[in-house]
């Protein structure tokens, strides 16, 4: 079983995390332990509207230090901050385990298991940039919520579909998503 740690922050974008979400809940052999920064779940509930509880993942607050994931002694397998907001990111650069997403992403990093921080911010700071490469440095990768057009997305779940089937990869999770590139033929066509 593949145990993966799902933090939710307060940046827009909450459909990234209720479509990754709801998909998890319905993938065999992939449990996940959820976690919402405060803005995280207010965020989530005026852009989403659903219980977090309807998914089925144990949810944990966001300053219990208790929680498994919270040592590295747990054994999971990975972690993904979705939405990520510039200001969690900056907390994780710089190590900062003020709450539980924080310490977990501060526990995966340190254990060498893959950290996803699916940034919803724009335009970039020069101070964003550098948390971006800071995290980078130490092991996280920056995905950011940034869609693709190549499958030809034709309303906006296949659309962020395209965001998550990148995030699902880096976690090592199968998932067809969306339509994968495989390329073009001489002739011009797919």
Known sequence: MK??????????GSIYAHRLLSFLAQCEGVTADVVFSNMGRLVFRDEV??????YGFKIYGPKDMTA???????????MVVVPCSA??????????????IGRSADVTLKERRPLVLVVRESPYSLVHLKNMTAVTEAGA???????????????VDQLVDTVLCRVLDRLGIDNELMKRWTGRDPGGSR
């Open 68 to 78: 498994p994931f919270a040592s590295g002694s747990a054994r999971y397998d990975g």
């Open 87 to 100: 200001g969690g990111l900056g907390r994780i650069a710089h190590g900062l385990s003020t709450d539980l």
């Open 49 to 54: 509207g659903v219980d977090p509880a309807e």
């Open 3 to 12: 145990r993966i740690v799902v933090g939710v922050g307060g940046a827009s």
């Open 141 to 155: 990768i920056v995905l950011p919520a940034s869609p693709s057009f190549y499958s030809g997305p034709t309303n």
